[in-house]
């Protein structure tokens, strides 16, 4: 396979393009310290990591904003920390202000001049908005866990994007499927039966932060280290 041979590209949204590491840690820092907790960075994201995935799991129907506050919750119970209303609300509210990758605007404009763009994301609607507005990009589709009813890493959101990519005349085979996260993306994208290309943003760091460790192997087709680096290579 050649990065030319395909048609469209399909984008998870949240560590790919959006650095939500960095919005997670804006909120949760803050609350971490104001409750004496002096936990690094790095280890909030990895208890915050596997609280959400299985929040995403039990409630699929939940939007995200729902997801976060509840995951906020149920770490400050882990941590032994409380969590007020205010301080769920703010993380549940934080979406619109997680940064873009700096590299993510820019990468985006060059590859919508040859490929269709597509988003499936573990996101809403309403959140997304905001983040469409940093990432400056006209997308052929966008498909949420709002819109499915479920989140990624479930299956049926690949299914949602096969039909998509079907209902905007997409060939078959003529579709890759772009992602940092091995749990959330390129277990069930390949699954399906896509092909796969890894934004290894977190390629300088140990560790898995705000993303789980995935269940199985799994070899993405290609892997580069940032979305600029993608783009040039599919120029």
């Known amino acids: 396979m050649r990065l030319s041979d395909f048609e469209a590209l399909s984008f998870d949204c949240y560590g790919t393009l959006i650095d939500w590491e960095a919005g997670l840690l804006d909120v949760l820092i803050p609350w971490a310290r104001a409750r004496g907790l002096a936990l690094p960075g790095e280890e909030l ?16 129907a939940d939007l995200y904003p729902e997801v976060l506050a509840r995951s906020m919750r149920l770490l400050g119970g882990a941590l032994g ?42 996101v809403d609607r309403a959140s997304f908005a905001g983040s469409k507005a940093r990432l400056g990009a006209e997308f052929a589709s966008v498909i949420t866990a709002q819109d499915v ?18 209902r905007l005349g997409i060939r078959p085979g003529g579709l ?18 896509l092909p796969t290309v890894w934004i290894n943003r977190r390629h300088a760091q140990t560790g898995w932060g705000a993303t789980p460790r995935p269940p199985a192997p799994v070899t993405p087709d290609w892997e580069f280290p940032s979305m600029a680096a993608f783009a040039a290579a599919a120029a």
Request: proline share 6%.
């Open 45 to 60: 994201l990895t208890r915050y990591a596997g609280i959400e995935a299985s929040v995403e799991a039990e409630h699929p």
């Open 81 to 122: 920390a409380e969590v007020t209303g205010d301080d769920a609300a703010r993380l549940a509210g934080s979406v619109p202000d997680w940064p873009a990758f700096p590299d993510s605007r820019v990468a985006l404009a060059a590859l919508g001049g040859r490929f269709r763009l597509i988003i499936l994301s573990n």
């Open 149 to 166: 009813g479920s989140y990624k890493p479930a299956q049926r959101n690949f299914e949602a994007l096969a039909r998509e990519a079907d």
């Open 176 to 193: 890759l499927h772009v992602a940092q996260s091995l749990f959330h993306d390129h277990v069930p994208a390949k699954r399906a039966g």
